[in-house]
C-alpha cells in the first residue's frame, strides 16, 4: 500500500481542520493545536519548527494590541470620545451613521473587539430612549466595526499575518497606513451603505417593550458619597438632572448625616458627605460616579478611591440559606472585613427608601459588590452569594485618558517612523500602562484571548507545510487555470470571492493563513505584483459579514439584536458584493498589477 504524499496528507489535515472549525462541536484552539501535534508525528512539520509559531512576531503583535485595548479602555479614553458623539434624538440613519463612523475609527487603532464591547451599550440605550428595538442599529455597527478594522495594520488580525508573512518572505513587513488607502475606501462605502440602505434590510422583530422590562429587571438602587472635590459651586439636587439622564440614571433622593431627606430633595444643596441615591443598571452608575466625580461608601479603605487599580463591579444574587440572608451589610461589617462594599440592590423593580448598608437582605435579591476581583471572590464566598457570570462592571480610571492616549500616539508614531519596530513599541506602551496603573499584571494576561494566540500559533507551523509541499502552489495554479485568457482583476477578484466565503466560516486568522501563500503564488505564476494579491487576501478575510460565526463581534451582537442566522445575509451579502466591487479597483490603483 503506497502511503500518501506529503502534499497530499498536508490537504487532508487542513481538510479536517476546516470541517472541525466549521462545525463548531470543539474548541477551535484544541483542533489547531491537534492538528499541529499530529503534523509533527507525521514529519510533515520538522521537530525544531513545531512551536516556532508561539515566537513568532504576528503572535506577540495581537496579544499587545488585546491589552493596548484594554488600557485605553480602563483610562475612559474611548468612552470620553464616544459619548459626546452619540445623541438617541436624531434620527435613524444619521444616529447609524455617526456611530458606524466611531466604530470604524475606534477599530483603526483599538481591537474592533473592544470597539463593539464600548459602543454596544450606547446604541442600545440610544434605541431604548428612542422607543425602538436595537436590532436595527446593532448589525450595522458590527459590521462597521469590521470595516474600520481593515484601515491599519494593527486594526485587525488578518492585516497584521499579512504584514509578518511578508515580512518573512520578501524580508520587509507592510507598514502601519499601507492599508489605508484602500481600507478606507472600502470602510467608507461600506458605513454609507449601512447607514442609508442596509438597516432598512433587517426585520423589525423586538417590541421596545421587551427591552424596557429587560432594562428595569436589571436596575439598582445604590448610594454615592459626594466628596470635598465633587462640585466647585454648590448645585441642587435637581441640577444633576441632565446628567443623570445622559447616564440613564435616576436621582431618588439624598442622604445628610446618616438620614434620608424627606421626598426626592430636589431644591437641597449637595454638600460634601452626602450621599446620592441613585437607581440606574451597573454600567450607568459607574459612568455618573466617575463623570460626576463621586464615590462610594467606604472608599478610604479604597486607596484613591473610585480611582482605585483594578476595581469592578459585580453581580451577585443571593440564595436561599445564603449567610447575608435577613442581616444587613453592617451587621456583618462586610466592608471592614473583606474591604469590598455593597453598591447597590435590586429587589424585582423595587424602590426603599432605607439605607442600602441598614436593608435586610432578602433571598432573590441581586447585590451590586464593589471592590477588587480577589476580594469580591472571597467575599462571595463568605456571604453565599452566587456571582452571576458575565455580569462584572469595569470601574475606569477617567483621570488618566489624557496619559493613555499621548502613550498610544506615542507607541504609534514610533511604529510609523520606523524607529523601533510595531511589536516593541506596542510592548513598551503596555510597560508604560502598567507602570501608570491602568492595567494590573494579573490584567495584562486577561486581556489577552488566549484561544486565539494558540489559533495562531498552531497553524503558522501548518501554513508553512502547506507552502512547502506545494498546495498553495497547486490551488493558485487551478485559480489561475479557471481565470485564464481574462484580465488579471478577474483573477484577484476570483481569490478575493473565495477567501471571503472562507472567513464566513472559518476564523480569519486561519483564513488569512491559508489564503496568503496561494495568493503568493498566484502572482509568481502571473509575473503580478504579489502585494496586490496579499492586500487582496487580507481585505477579504477581514469581511466575514453572512453568518454570526465568522468574526466575534457578528456572534455577540446575535442575542442582544434579537437575530436569526438567516438576519445576517440580508445586509452581509450585498454588502460582501460591495466591498468586492469598490476593493479590487482600490487595489488595481494603489497597489497596480
Not at 432578602?362 to 447585590?367: E, I, N
Request: hydrophobic residues 50%.
Amino acid at each position: 500500500m503506497t502511503f500518501p504524499s506529503e502534499q497530499t496528507q498536508v490537504f487532508l489535515l487542513l481538510g479536517a481542520v476546516v470541517v472541525l472549525l466549521v462545525w463548531g462541536r470543539f474548541r477551535y484552539d484544541m483542533v489547531a493545536f491537534g492538528a499541529l501535534m499530529l503534523a509533527a508525528i507525521l514529519g510533515l512539520v520538522p521537530t525544531e519548527s513545531v512551536f516556532s509559531g508561539f515566537g513568532h512576531s504576528a503572535v506577540a503583535i495581537i496579544a499587545l494590541v488585546l491589552i493596548v485595548s484594554r488600557a485605553l479602555s480602563s483610562s475612559g479614553a474611548i468612552e470620553l470620545v464616544a459619548s459626546r458623539l452619540i445623541n438617541p434624538d436624531r434620527p435613524l440613519p444619521l444616529h447609524i451613521a455617526i456611530i458606524a463612523s466611531v466604530g470604524a475609527a475606534l477599530s483603526a487603532i483599538i481591537n474592533n473587539v473592544a470597539a463593539l464591547a464600548l459602543l454596544m451599550p450606547l446604541d442600545i440605550e440610544a434605541a431604548n430612549k428612542s422607543k425602538r428595538g436595537p436590532g436595527q442599529s446593532l448589525m450595522p455597527l458590527s459590521f462597521a466595526t469590521i470595516l474600520g478594522g481593515m484601515i491599519t495594520l494593527i486594526g485587525t488580525p488578518p492585516n497584521i499575518v499579512i504584514s509578518e508573512y511578508r515580512s518573512d518572505v520578501m524580508g520587509q513587513p507592510f507598514r502601519m497606513l499601507d492599508f489605508a488607502p484602500v481600507g478606507l475606501a472600502v470602510a467608507v462605502v461600506g458605513i454609507a451603505f449601512v447607514s442609508v440602505a442596509g438597516w432598512r434590510l433587517l426585520p423589525k422583530r423586538a417590541s421596545i417593550a421587551d427591552y424596557e422590562q429587560e432594562l428595569r429587571k436589571g436596575r439598582y438602587v445604590a448610594e454615592l458619597r459626594v466628596g470635598e472635590q465633587s462640585f466647585e459651586d454648590d448645585i441642587l439636587v435637581q441640577d444633576l438632572y441632565p446628567k443623570a439622564d445622559e447616564a440613564d440614571i435616576h436621582l431618588l433622593g439624598l442622604i445628610r448625616n446618616g438620614k434620608r431627606r424627606p421626598g426626592l430633595a430636589m431644591r437641597e444643596t449637595v454638600r460634601a458627605g452626602d450621599f446620592l441615591v441613585v437607581e440606574g443598571d451597573p454600567k450607568a452608575i459607574e459612568t455618573f460616579m466617575g463623570q460626576s466625580a463621586l464615590d462610594f461608601a467606604g472608599s478610604d479603605l479604597h486607596e484613591g478611591g473610585v480611582t482605585s487599580r483594578g476595581l469592578e463591579i459585580k453581580e451577585t444574587i443571593v440564595p436561599d440559606g445564603a449567610r447575608i440572608q435577613n442581616r444587613t451589610v453592617r451587621s456583618l461589617q462586610l466592608l471592614s472585613r473583606h474591604s469590598v462594599s455593597l453598591l447597590g440592590v435590586a429587589r424585582e423593580g423595587q424602590r426603599f427608601r432605607d439605607r442600602v448598608r441598614l436593608l435586610t437582605i432578602r433571598a432573590g435579591d441581586v447585590l451590586l459588590l464593589l471592590g477588587t476581583p480577589e476580594r469580591i471572590e472571597a467575599a462571595t464566598e463568605w456571604l453565599g452569594v452566587l456571582p452571576i457570570e458575565g455580569r462584572s462592571t469595569e470601574v475606569i480610571q477617567r483621570g488618566k485618558a489624557g496619559l493613555s492616549i499621548a502613550l498610544f500616539i506615542a507607541a504609534v508614531a514610533l511604529a510609523v517612523f520606523g524607529l523601533v519596530p510595531l511589536s516593541v513599541a506596542l510592548g513598551a506602551a503596555v510597560i508604560g500602562y502598567v507602570v501608570l496603573g491602568l492595567v494590573s499584571g494579573r490584567e495584562v494576561y486577561q486581556s489577552v484571548e488566549w484561544k486565539v494566540i494558540v489559533l495562531l500559533a498552531s497553524l503558522i507551523p501548518l501554513a508553512e507545510a502547506f507552502e512547502r509541499t506545494g498546495g498553495a502552489e497547486l490551488l493558485a495554479g487551478q485559480i489561475a487555470t479557471l481565470t485564464d485568457g481574462y484580465p488579471g482583476w478577474v483573477t484577484l477578484a476570483v481569490l478575493m470571492l473565495v477567501t471571503m466565503t472562507m472567513s464566513d466560516f472559518l476564523n480569519n486568522v486561519a483564513t488569512t493563513l491559508i489564503a496568503a501563500p496561494i495568493g503568493l503564488s498566484i502572482a509568481a505564476a502571473t509575473d503580478s505584483n504579489p502585494d496586490t494579491y496579499l492586500m487582496g487576501v487580507a481585505v477579504a478575510a477581514s469581511c466575514a459579514f453572512l453568518t454570526p460565526i465568522g468574526h466575534k463581534n457578528n456572534t455577540i451582537i446575535l442575542g442582544p439584536g434579537s437575530y436569526r442566522f438567516g438576519d445576517y445575509w440580508r445586509i452581509g451579502l450585498p454588502l460582501e458584493v460591495l466591498v468586492i466591487a469598490v476593493s479590487v479597483p482600490a487595489l488595481l490603483i494603489f497597489w497596480p498589477l
